[in-house]
């Protein structure tokens, strides 16, 4: 609350009472805003509610799951946000928000479902006439402003990230003395995680659509681009420098996390992949370096080497431009999985120590008499876990154990070999 101030007080208290004033208005401003549009919100659900979700149970035009699935959890969320705008009203923000965010598993089962919702919904338009009719009728109602169904949808996304930006304000507008000033902190903390998982959600959607349209440009099937952990970051054309001196060639390479894809276009005659690419090799990023090499390109464009395992890569472009981002791209690539493998790597070092313990060492008779009975039990019972499935019988407890805990360990370093036995064709993915 505000009050004058006279002439005689102090510049230090006349600063902070101003400070506070300017706190006020900009809060107020904010909190009209909130109400303003938290009514315009409540409105479009109720819309969506009475002309789709109430009137489509009634008449059966569609099933129930295909119902749930188009409109998920969004009744409940009408509820809800009916609870927030009395609040608002009142001009209780901080209780409001801090009852809302109670109920943010519904917003975050509705996030979840939204790509699903919009296929169905798109399925449903072609499949059913019954259905397109009336969902035509209804958007053509005066009170939905030509507003179509697959936006309506999309409401409770854009109003979360609006919800973030508007307690932000109220926050940064409420002094840390006032109790409000924790419960709307708590409310831009649960809405922020929200608000992530949208955007979250929203790029693994958009990475899954560019590795969709990877795999149909390649022909055959017998490369797999849809790999879970995978993600897309670039393509395009760049020229390979033989070793021998021959005239480089120009090769489309696709760039994702964990490989580097060489693919040459097929034949423009061929009746069905003449627009599509054939896959020549896979290139691990796991043990790959990548560094500029100076002094080959008369200035114009630039040259790279890639160095594998097993194989080493000169990339040359005449753009200078482009070949410094395909630089760029491929050093955060490399770096970013090789952080990751490291972490992997000791944990994996760490499960196995145990295995890979000398069994000779453990079968003489100079160490079974001073260890004893108990300590030949649990070495059966170690190796016992680790055989997953490799016999059904006990381990007898006898010397001759030793022998069977030699025999159960081979199986368990077989798959360090496994990459060598898949890298004899070239568009295995390692």
């Not at 594998?308 to 040359?316: E, G, S, V």
Request: with cysteine.
């Amino acid at each position: 609350m505000s009050f004058s101030l006279s002439p005689f007080t102090p510049m230090g208290i006349r600063s902070i009472q101003e400070q506070r004033d300017r706190w006020e208005r900009k809060r107020s401003r904010t909190g009209r805003e909130l109400v303003q549009s938290e009514k315009s919100y409540c409105q479009q659900l109720d819309l969506i509610v009475t002309y789709f979700v109430e009137i489509l149970k009634a008449k059966g035009t569609l099933r129930q799951d295909i119902r749930e699935s188009i409109f998920s959890s969004i009744k409940s969320i009408h509820l809800i946000n009916q609870t927030l705008l009395t609040h608002l009203e009142l001009g209780r923000f901080s209780v409001g928000f801090e009852e809302f965010c109670a109920h943010l598993q519904l917003y975050n089962t509705y996030v979840d479902n939204i790509q699903t919702a919009k296929k169905v919904l798109m399925v449903q338009v072609k499949k059913s006439k019954a259905f397109r009719r009336f969902k035509k009728l209804q958007e053509s109602r005066p009170e939905f402003s030509q507003q179509k169904l697959e936006d309506l949808l999309t409401l409770p996304l854009q109003r979360i990230q609006q919800y973030k930006h508007f307690l932000r304000d109220l926050t940064e507008n409420t002094s840390p003395d006032n109790p409000e000033f924790q419960q709307l902190s708590k409310a831009v903390k649960a809405v922020s995680e929200v608000a992530q998982r949208i955007q979250d959600n929203a790029r693994s959607h958009e990475n899954h659509l560019q590795l969709r349209r990877v795999q149909k440009q390649l022909k055959g099937r017998k490369t797999r681009i849809l790999t879970p952990g995978r993600w897309y970051i670039r393509e395009g054309w760049l020229k390979t420098v033989p070793p021998k001196g021959t005239e480089a060639k120009p090769k489309m390479f696709y760039l994702f996390s964990d490989i580097l894809l060489q693919a040459k276009p097929c034949s423009p005659i061929h009746p069905t992949n003449g627009d599509k690419f054939a896959c020549q090799r896979i290139y691990p990023l796991k043990e790959c370096t990548v560094d500029k090499v100076f002094g080959h390109t008369k200035s114009q464009g630039g040259l790279i080497s890639l160095t594998f395992a097993r194989a080493k890569l000169l990339l040359m472009s005449d753009d200078q431009v482009d070949i410094n981002d395909w630089y760029r791209s491929l050093c955060l690539a490399i770096g970013q999985l090789k952080s990751k493998n490291t972490v992997v790597h000791r944990r994996d070092e760490l499960c196995r120590r145990p295995i890979r313990s000398d069994p000779d060492s453990q079968n003489t008779p100079e160490l079974q008499q001073t260890r004893g009975i108990k300590r030949t039990v649990m070495l059966d019972e170690e190796v016992w876990e680790h055989s997953e499935g490799q016999s059904s019988s006990s381990i007898p407890l006898t010397a001759e154990s030793g022998h069977s805990t030699t025999k159960r360990l081979k199986p368990n370093e077989a798959p360090a070999a496994r990459p060598q036995e898949s890298s004899g064709s070239s568009c295995v993915i390692l």
